[in-house]
């Protein structure tokens, strides 16, 4: 039998979303859960089985997990990390990593001390589309890319209870408090960071009480030279479009639908041909199925409540640690997709000014 990594999950909202795969893979095991709520641990109990129960973080540490997956409150990623590492157990954290540039030096020391493997769970870079997207892009299929414009727009506001820390992690702050989505999956289109962000905002509209912004908008000039627009807003009431992302490269682009009637397309140069300006035209995405990433190729059928990517993404850490290899999204990526929010409140701050972003790599 293969064998089986001991993983233990903090936070029982979204953390419960990875109990099916698992409690299904071969070479996993919940060994552990971990809420400070006991009616959230009462709510797994029939699905966990032999798992032990924790209130405590620290205390299911201790227990004898390899793995933790920190699902909690989005302030503690980054000091819950932290934690972990600093005890030799690998994380799979969810975004965002951190919430302030304090918590990056942290849990940045903290994996360059530990033998323990950090991936943030950015299950965007992993949906089908933006996948596909993303092979054609390192294959050079858009040429230079020199633009790329995403949103996450998703009115978060009334969710029940709109739980303390999101009133103060999401809506008590300016700027992009929340776009490790939309900033993640270009920047894993072009293979580049950002280098600097612009940011200004609308201003509290909808509920005058929020210092969020209803929307912000974020422009970021990265390393290689592009400029990427970030759209972020969880007040506006309308219907979400979070996934709607788009690049623009010297051989063609490609636009994500905005809404459901929409489709994925891209309109890709022929070198081969000289086309008229008036005869470009819009193909399907999906005719370039060749490029998608072979887990999709092997799984074409997967779905869960994020277009299958929940599933490839947690299996992208798991597979990391048990062959002991690099994470896709290994601490540094996960601050180059975090970083440029914690900067874009400086900027919207100071009315919109050009903020430097720092490469933890280089400190
Ligand atoms: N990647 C995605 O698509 C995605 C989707 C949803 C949520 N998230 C992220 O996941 C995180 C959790 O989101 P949620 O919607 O489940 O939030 P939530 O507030 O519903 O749940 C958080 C849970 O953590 C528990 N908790 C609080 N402090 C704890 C501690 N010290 N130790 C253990 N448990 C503790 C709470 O009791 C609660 O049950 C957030 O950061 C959110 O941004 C990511």
């Known amino acids: 039998m293969a064998r089986r990594l001991r993983i233990g999950i903090a936070g029982l909202g979204r953390g419960s979303h990875f109990l099916p795969a698992l409690t299904s893979w ?80 942290e849990l940045v020391a903290a994996a360059r001390g530990s ?17 596909l997207v993303r092979n054609m892009a390192r294959a050079g299929l858009f040429g230079e890319i020199y633009y790329a414009e995403a949103d996450y727009v998703h009115e978060v506001r009334p969710f029940p209870g709109a739980e303390r820390w999101r009133d103060r992690w999401l809506f008590g702050r300016r700027g992009g408090t929340y776009i490790t989505h939309p900033l993640g999956t270009v920047l894993d289109w072009l293979d580049d960071c950002v280098v600097a962000v612009n940011c200004v905002g609308t201003g509290a509209h909808v509920d005058r009480e929020k210092d969020n912004d209803d929307t912000s908008i974020m422009l970021c000039t990265t390393s290689k030279g592009a400029l990427v627009k ?13 996934n709607y992302a788009a690049l623009q490269g ?3 682009v490609y636009e994500a639908p905005r809404h459901g009637a929409d489709t994925h397309r891209v309109c890709l140069l022929d070198p081969a041909e000289k086309i008229d300006v008036s005869g470009r035209k819009w193909e399907s995405l999906w005719d370039y199925e060749e490029y998608l990433p072979d887990y999709w190729r092997e799984s074409p059928e997967s779905e869960d409540a994020h277009g299958g990517s929940d599933g490839f993404t947690l299996r992208a850490f798991v597979d990391s640690v048990l062959e002991d290899t690099q994470p896709p999204i290994d601490v540094y990526r996960a601050l180059d997709f975090t970083v440029p929010g914690l900067m874009s409140e400086l900027s919207v701050r100071q009315g919109g000014a050009r903020v430097a972003v720092p490469n933890f790599r280089l400190m």
């Open 230 to 242: 970030i759209r972020h807003d969880q007040m506006s009431p309308r219907p979400m479009t979070h």
């Open 250 to 252: 010297t051989n063609g």
């Open 26 to 105: 071969e070479d996993t095991e919940v060994a552990a859960v971990c809420d400070t709520d006991p009616q959230m641990i009462e709510k797994v109990k029939d699905r966990i089985g032999r798992a032990r129960a924790f209130e405590d973080y620290s205390e299911m540490l201790d227990s004898g997990v390899e793995a933790v997956l920190v699902a909690t409150p989005m302030y503690m990623h980054g000091p819950q990390s932290a934690e972990a590492l600093r005890r030799g157990i690998h994380v799979f954290s969810e975004v965002s990593a951190a919430t302030s540039l304090e918590q990056c030096r």
């Open 115 to 131: 033998s323990a493997k950090y991936m943030m769970g950015e299950n965007c870079c992993f949906m089908k589309p933006f996948a």
